[in-house]
């Protein structure tokens, strides 16, 4: 997510700390400054954003400024590395909402953040019929979800250092790139008809069908692992298991189930690794694979990939080691 500074008032020595590349000297009297406050009186309103303008304009045209560097530090409102026009229109809104009652935010910072919040484009519209009671369906239309970002690992693999019990081998974290490649595919992708069962379907069906399975050149001349599944299958186009059923957990953890991947063999001879996704639905764990189309057979009609089996679960949720 995006990171803004979370100070909100601080002395010019603490600026010291806090941004030690700064060559300045502590002041023996500190004075406390308040973001978005150009002018010193306390407030955060119409006459600090024509400051920040101000300034904003000089420095356009190679001109000079008394601000010192604790004010242009503290004053870059939406954390870019400058003060400009859009710092000073953020400062308008802040002191329009103060001014209409305000109440949720008490420093601009946190207003600024809120207001950048990226919009989930990935969830349904509320109200869409969820189906038929019982059904998969309606199970996971219905089913109670929690925003978060981390996708935890666990190893399944038969020799691993527990002898083959499932542990925690670490975790994923659902990044700004691959925010920006779920909301981006869901814009292009979805319709305001579709559930959140047809969304999910759609991208299991799409991920399957669009991306190609990528070389080991092409693997290290991407360098996927340092990419999210969502932004190498969504944007590139290409992808191993890893990014095939990355995206697709990556896709669940942002509709707010409880989405995990699963590092194990294909084989018997533990030679094969493979990557795997499950989601956990009201104390219920589904596998789900999204292979790759070259591995189907067409003659039988078989198909590298199911979606929400019972049957085929590999993780219990029982972990060895805590």
Avoid at 26 to 52: K, P, W, Y
Avoid at 197 to 204: G, H, L, N, P, Q
Avoid at 252 to 267: I, K, P, Q, R, V
Wanted: net charge negative; glycine share 8%.
């Amino acid at each position: 997510m995006n990171m803004f500074r979370r100070i909100t008032a601080f002395s010019a020595a603490a600026v010291i700390g806090f941004a030690a590349a700064l060559p300045l000297a502590a002041s023996a009297d500190e004075e406390i400054l308040i973001i978005g406050d150009t002018n010193g009186d306390s407030l955060v309103d119409a006459t600090d954003a024509s400051d920040m303008l101000i300034y904003y304009s000089a420095m356009s045209t190679g001109g000079e400024s008394d601000w010192t560097l604790e004010m242009k530090y503290t004053h870059d409102v939406d954390g870019d590395g400058r003060i400009d026009a859009t710092d000073a229109s953020y400062v308008l809104m802040y002191y329009s909402y103060n001014a209409t009652g305000g109440g949720k935010f008490d420093n601009i910072i946190d207003y600024v953040k809120d207001l950048r919040k990226p919009v989930n484009y990935v969830l349904a519209p509320e109200g869409l019929d969820p189906g038929t009671t019982g059904t998969i369906e309606y199970i996971v239309n219905t089913a109670p979800r929690t925003e978060h970002y981390d996708i935890p690992l666990y190893n399944i693999k038969a020799n691993n250092i527990y002898g083959g019990k499932t542990y925690r081998a670490g975790t994923y974290e659902l990044t700004d790139e691959a925010i920006t490649a779920l909301n981006n595919f869901a814009k292009e992708h979805f319709t305001d008809s579709m559930t959140d069962y047809d969304r999910i379907e759609y991208t299991w069906n799409w991920l399957h069908e669009n991306v190609k399975y990528a070389t080991e050149a092409e693997y290290q001349g991407y360098q996927m692992w340092n990419h999210s599944g969502s932004y190498c299958c969504f944007d590139v186009g290409i992808g191993q298991c890893l990014q095939y059923n990355g995206a697709f957990a990556e896709m669940l953890a942002y509709m707010g189930y409880n989405s995990y991947m699963l590092e194990m063999w294909t084989d018997t001879a533990c030679t094969i690794q493979h990557y795997r996704s499950e989601v956990e639905i009201n104390g219920i764990y589904y596998n789900t694979e999204v292979g790759d189309k070259g591995s189907d057979n067409p003659k039988t009609g078989y198909k590298w990939m199911w979606l929400f089996n019972p049957d085929k679960r590999q993780f219990y949720g029982v972990q060895a080691g805590e």
